[in-house]
């Protein structure tokens, strides 16, 4: 080879002093690069065979690792007929919008043949998150982890885990989502519901034709083991329990809690916890369902199954009859077992992971959530609440008309006259009893509005179901920014009374909260994010039906409070 012994020596010598110093500097960051390829793969799930979109093949998609304060560079390759884009759900995104990836807010779709590398940083942020096509219902099949270590040499503020795994929630459909919504917008009725849920991609033994479809998590006696749980499902909230086992809750949506034991745990569509399972000190001869099923409350039809993974201890595969347990569930519309788990989220609020709730607000705004009607089109029967009308939903009674061209592109070149306009109502128009008896005319009006936020702003928001169509639980989630979720209640918001019992000590800090059925929800954050930025329910159903907007963070006036420039490579409309 021509490399002399003392060579050899002196190479030897750097990499361990290159070893070292990634050792010794717990702020020494990795810039990390995937590639996904969007192409199609036939997968078999209850008997059923179906072509579909996927990430390199792979259901659910590849996993994204990290550390925080890493830089990551993921190209997307667009191999398919739809048009693709990719959210990187929970990122906080600074200053990078152009990387948040829903399709005409912050960025044109990648279409077929075409390609675009998603270029971002992970400031101040660990714990589980996900990523998942932000298009029409293609998040349905393109979806994955993406799990933020923290910094090297910074432990957990917890016991450290034998073992992490990923537990994500989806649905399974036999036939294609996107027939599937297509259908529904023609005929404005409810959307055909999935045939199963899943556990990391498999239905499990309690579907026809699916027991060798089953995720089985082996574990040992007496150790500890991290679960990374994801709700990727489209439209339902899951209550989720493991037989004889609880969980203690530690991290929520990637923010550390205080920690507490739980034998069901509520999780929302876009919503994440770590989960610590300590398993038994000795084998019990026995195996343990891991269930979910969900939690409704909505008067729509819905996929009414339950999903079971089996955990086992292992050396038990050659015992052929071991007692299965299997866990007892909420009732599927148990509010109060809800409203009781969301209760005991707190955030950790420690020196080192402090709660830095505003305690002052600058803004307040008050949206109403819920579902509403537009107009059947002429000469055509529809399906919606009577055969005259089409579903819809709406905040603050605007259903969201999607643009033809990316809100951040209009924003940050000044065009955006004819494509959004910045007057989205800050409070309801008409103000109504809001979960008490509904009006008559159910109408929503439709347009493209959105919310103008000073850089720096303190914003507290209160979103209050309504009863119209039926009072529904929607879980609402916010790109760009973890909010604190100060207050929660049932009825009517009462201005005067309920702030007082705002927790403004240790609230709970996320990106997607359940606004209570019949109820309301406080959050506050500081917009301190330039860009635009997209809030909208996460049941697919109710965003296809109008239940989203936008708010538009405007550059502060320092170098590094301004969006970046955009990228070369972003798809064009």
């Known amino acids: 080879m021509g490399v002399s012994a003392a060579g050899m020596i002196q190479l030897g010598i750097s990499l361990v002093a290159v070893c070292l110093l990634a050792m010794a500097e717990p702020g020494h960051a990795a810039t990390r690069h995937y590639t996904f390829n969007i192409n199609l793969q036939n997968v078999t799930r209850l008997c059923h065979t179906k072509s579909m979109v996927t990430v390199n093949g792979q259901f659910p998609g590849p996993k994204i690792v990290a550390r925080e304060g890493d830089r990551l560079l993921i190209k997307v390759v667009n191999h398919v007929q739809n048009n693709m884009s990719i959210h990187w759900h929970g990122i906080r995104q600074l200053r990078s919008g152009w990387a ?116 089985k998590l082996n574990v040992k006696p007496g150790k500890t083991y991290m679960l990374r749980l994801i709700n990727a499902v489209l439209n339902d909230e899951l ?39 300590k398993t038994k000190p000795v084998h019990p001869n026995a195996t343990f369902f891991m269930a979910a099923r969900p939690y409704v409350t909505g008067q729509g039809t819905f996929d009414n199954s339950t999903v079971a993974g089996i955990l086992e201890y292992e050396h038990t595969s050659h015992v052929k009859t071991l007692p299965v347990f299997k866990p007892t569930l909420p009732a599927l519309n ?12 707190r955030s950790l609020g420690s020196k080192q992971f402090p709660a830095n709730v505003p305690q002052n607000v600058d803004k307040q705004f008050f949206f109403t959530v819920g579902l509403g009607t537009n107009p059947c089109p002429k000469n055509q029967t529809c399906q919606g609440p009577t055969n005259t009308t089409k579903f819809a939903a709406s905040i603050n009674n605007v259903s969201f008309v999607m643009p033809t061209t990316a809100l951040l592109q209009s924003h940050y070149t000044g065009q955006s006259n004819g494509v959004y306009s910045p007057y989205f109502p800050i409070s309801p128009l008409i103000p109504f009893n809001y979960t008490g008896t ?136």
């Not at 101040?124 to 910094?151: C, E, M």
């Open 100 to 215: 948040d990836g829903p399709a005409y807010i912050t960025q044109c779709p990648i279409q077929t043949g075409q390609s675009y590398v998603y270029n971002y940083t992970i400031v101040g942020q660990r714990g589980t998150l996900w990523w998942h096509a932000h298009i029409s219902w293609l998040r349905s099949t393109v979806y994955g982890p993406i799990i933020i270590l923290p910094k090297l040499g910074v432990p957990y503020p917890f016991q450290k885990p034998y073992k992490e795994v990923p537990i994500l929630f989806g649905e399974w459909f036999n036939a294609d989502t996107e027939a599937i919504i297509n259908q529904a917008t023609v005929t404005g009725g409810g959307p055909n519901v999935s045939d199963a849920y899943t556990i990391n991609g498999l239905p499990g033994p309690l579907y026809n034709c699916s027991a060798k479809d089953t995720f």
């Open 438 to 573: 509904p009006p008559n005319n159910t109408m929503v009006s439709n347009g493209t509005k959105l919310t103008v936020l000073p850089f720096n702003t303190s914003v507290e928001l209160i979103m209050q179901d309504t009863s119209i169509l039926g009072a529904e639980s929607h879980p609402l989630h916010l790109h760009g920014f973890n909010f604190f979720v100060v207050g929660q209640g049932f009825g009517n918001f009462d201005k005067t009374k309920d702030p007082a019992k705002f927790n403004l000590v240790d609230p709970v800090e996320r990106n997607t909260v359940g606004v209570p059925s019949g109820g309301w929800v406080a959050i506050r954050f500081l917009a301190d994010n330039p860009g635009v930025w997209f809030m909208h329910c996460h049941l697919e159903v109710h965003t296809s039906w109008g239940l989203k907007m936008a708010w538009v963070v405007l550059d502060g006036k320092l170098p590094n409070q301004k969006v970046l420039s955009p990228p070369a490579d972003l798809p064009k409309c």
């Open 239 to 277: 209550f989720f329990s493991i037989a004889n086992h609880s969980i203690t809750v530690v991290d929520a949506d990637a923010v550390y809690v205080k920690p507490f034991s739980t034998d069901v745990l509520l999780i929302a569509p876009g919503q994440t916890y770590n989960v610590l399972l």
């Open 334 to 345: 148990d509010t109060a077992y809800a409203t009781k788990f969301s209760n005991k989220l």
